[in-house]
């Protein structure tokens, strides 16, 4: 029966493998042709079995991976990022510049999404990520005023 990608899984297949060598190594390594083909079969099962549960496992790792990237990500922004209106914005010299990100998406998941206008609205921004829709006039693009970016 498949896992959940544990370490445990992977163990208890390992150990369904090794369980069968010991029934070989209890028979006196003499076994009749059908026991050894019933034996030979579970071996061959059980080592499919550990294969699928350590790509499994190399999945949950990749995604912890990815989640270890974004939050580290999220922490060095947290420090240069500033409220204004109702979005979240860059700063340099602790003044908010540039493309507003969704303040849904940061303060719950600190994700950092950009607005985007609306089609056919100048006065709508939605994030792409959870949706939510912003007034235009309350997160507005704010011009780098003689910062160098
Ligand atoms: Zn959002």
């Given at each position: 029966?498949?896992?959940?990608?544990?370490?445990?899984?992977?163990l208890r297949s390992l150990n369904f493998a090794q369980d069968v060598g010991k029934q070989i190594r209890d028979a006196g390594y003499v076994l009749d042709k059908t026991e050894l083909k019933r034996l030979l079969a579970e071996l061959t099962s059980a080592v499919a079995s550990s294969k699928m549960?350590?790509?499994?496992l190399q999945g949950v790792c990749e995604a912890r991976d990815d989640e270890l990237i974004r939050l580290h990500?999220?922490?060095?922004?947290?420090?240069?990022?500033r409220r204004r209106g109702d979005g979240y914005y860059k700063t340099l010299d602790g003044r908010p510049y540039g493309q507003p990100y969704c303040s849904y998406c940061w303060e719950s998941?600190?994700?950092?999404?950009?607005?985007?206008s609306r089609i056919l609205s100048?006065?709508?921004?939605?994030?792409?990520?959870?949706?939510?829709?912003?007034?235009?006039?309350r997160t507005p693009y704010l011009e780098a005023d003689g910062m160098t970016v």
């Open positions: 029966m498949p896992g959940q990608g544990t370490v445990e899984d992977v549960e350590l790509s499994l990500e999220a922490l060095v922004y947290k420090g240069n990022l998941k600190q994700q950092l999404l950009h607005l985007h100048k006065d709508i921004r939605i994030c792409p990520g959870c949706k939510n829709e912003y007034q235009a006039i």
